[in-house]
């Protein structure tokens, strides 16, 4: 927990000066998690946010990010709202269409930011295929690889440059830490990182880090079996009269399952559905009792909630409703509970 360190003698220390710089417990968190990506670095932060900031900070006014459109919606605000002032700009696209993703790029493009599976959509995107279009134009591409987790894919062997992580979801995987991960291969481009954690300060406390490593002892436990509920949920709403659509990249029919199949392990535990409108919506999330209406994802109790309304509210109705974010999506973040129970709580729910 120390926040300095004895030193002994002048600019003579043992490996630690002050624990913004660097923490023994932070230390320890980043080799496990740059372990998990198969990655030579991790560095450590106090939220996804936090991770996605200091990231962004070594972009220079005039870059260019190419972004898959249906992104978390704060990372969406941090582009749009924040980093825009800056003299950075942004460019949505559906980077599940390799065209899309050639057409986009232009001299100034430094950055091609994916998610894979997309929040709230469960949308995939060939992370290989992407990588090979974004280096021949000598931009880097960066995986928010939160809905997948490392135990289900690996970005770094599928030709991304950096993995993002918010730690806050499958990595703590108890809902009670908040915290964010950058890894990659690249020495230079850790050295800028390091640089930059220690300049804006971004970091997580010892305590964080420490239930981050608890945490994460078992999350292939965890996500195996979230993978698996999921699965049987998908299935269970398609079945559903009151359901219109089912977002799970498993389902036969999902158009991008081939890919998904490719580069996971399984297909994770977040599942997005769609009812016939917004008043029906709030009506389903509030007569659910197992899943509780909450915003976050990851861990090992059932969530539900309204991305049009709360996680992704920050994105202007027109924008949302381009990407498919639609008044009727509800996103669920299945946990470990008893799949008949889940199936059972929505049904009556939905009834
Ligand atoms: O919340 P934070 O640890 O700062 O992480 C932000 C973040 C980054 N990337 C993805 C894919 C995310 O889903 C998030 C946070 N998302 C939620 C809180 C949510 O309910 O979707």
């Not at 430094?110 to 279009?133: F, Q």
């Not at 690889?145 to 062997?157: D, G, K, S, V, Y």
């Not at 009269?241 to 994770?268: C, D, I, T």
């Not at 409703?321 to 009727?328: E, K, L």
């Amino acid at each position: 927990m120390a926040t300095t360190f004895a030193q002994q003698g002048v600019g003579k220390h043992q490996g630690f000066e002050y624990s913004r710089t660097g923490n023994p417990t932070r230390n320890a968190l980043e080799e496990c998690l740059a372990s998990l990506e198969d990655a030579k670095h991790c560095l450590a932060f106090s939220s996804g946010l936090g991770a996605e900031t200091t990231l962004m900070l070594l972009l220079n006014p005039g870059d260019r990010v190419v972004y898959m459109e249906d992104v978390y919606g704060g990372t969406f605000r941090l582009f749009d709202k924040v980093l825009k002032r800056y003299g950075l700009e942004f460019s949505a696209i559906d980077a599940s269409d390799i065209d899309a993703v050639e057409k986009a790029m232009t001299p100034q493009t430094r950055m091609v930011w994916l998610e894979s599976p997309t929040n709230p959509l469960l949308r995939v995107v060939d992370i290989d295929a992407v990588s090979e279009v974004a280096h021949g134009h000598g931009a880097i591409v960066c995986v928010d690889n939160t809905f997948a987790t490392p135990f289900l894919q690996q970005p770094l062997h599928l030709g991304a440059d950096v993995v993002v992580h918010s730690s806050t979801k499958y990595i703590g995987g108890h809902s009670d830490v908040v915290g964010g991960a950058i890894m990659t291969d690249n020495d230079e481009l850790e050295k800028q990182l390091r640089f930059h954690q220690n300049a804006v300060g971004a970091v997580p406390s010892p305590f964080d880090c420490w239930l981050l490593l608890r945490g994460v002892k078992t999350l292939a436990l965890r996500v195996e079996r979230q993978s698996q509920n999921a699965m049987v949920v998908a299935q269970a709403l398609q079945q559903n009269k009151a359901v219109k659509r089912v977002f799970y990249p498993g389902l036969e029919g999902h158009p991008n399952r081939s890919v998904a199949a490719r580069q996971m392990r399984m297909f994770g535990g977040m599942v997005s559905f769609e009812v016939a409108d917004e008043p029906t919506a709030f009506r389903t999330l509030q007569r659910l009792k197992i899943f509780a209406l909450a915003e976050s994802l990851g861990a090992v109790e059932s969530l539900a909630e309204h991305p049009a309304r709360m996680t992704h509210a920050s994105i202007p109705a027109q924008e949302r409703q381009r990407a498919g974010v639609g008044d009727g999506l509800i996103r669920l973040s299945i946990g470990v509970e008893d799949v008949a129970d889940l199936i059972a709580d929505l049904e009556s729910a939905l009834r």
